[in-house]
Nanobody, 123 residues
Framework: QVQLVESGGGLVQAGDSLSLSCVAS????????MAWFRQAPGKEREFVAA????????VYGDSVRGRFTVSTDSAKNMVFLQMPSLKPEDTAVYYC????????????????WGQGTQVTVSS
């Protein structure tokens, strides 16, 4: 079992930046894949970005590619999401997700989920 806790959300104005963090605890696999999803009211959960604790690569959703940056710290079992130049359309609850087998996927089919952190971008 893996527990995930997100932090770093808040209320910002368009053009501002936020950095999100997620720490994993419990039975941590060295192959742990960690991802970010977001969900706005009335909309389906949307893939944002993902990486793994072992391999140095990143995958991004179409809506954030070229804007956001995902990174991991394997020593701390953490994943980060840097979000510069935020837009009102980025407003959502951002969720951290993980699985034990190291597969990065863009569908919300991960085994473990955090409780989410709210990001609100005003215009």
């Amino acid at each position: 079992q893996v527990q995930l806790v997100e932090s770093g959300g808040g209320l910002v104005q368009a053009g501002d930046s936020l950095s999100l963090s997620c720490v994993a605890s419990g039975s941590i696999s060295g192959n742990l894949a960690m991802a970010w999803f977001r969900q706005a009211p009335g909309k389906e959960r949307e893939f944002v970005a993902a990486s793994t604790l072992r391999w140095s690569f990143a995958v991004y959703g179409d809506s954030v590619r070229g804007r956001f940056t995902v990174s991991t710290d394997s020593a701390k079992n953490m994943v980060f999401l840097q979000m510069p130049s935020l837009k009102p359309e980025d407003t959502a609850v951002y969720y951290c997700a993980a699985n034990d087998f190291g597969k990065v996927v863009v569908d919300p089919t991960y085994d473990y989920w955090g409780q989410g952190t709210q990001v609100t971008v005003s215009s």
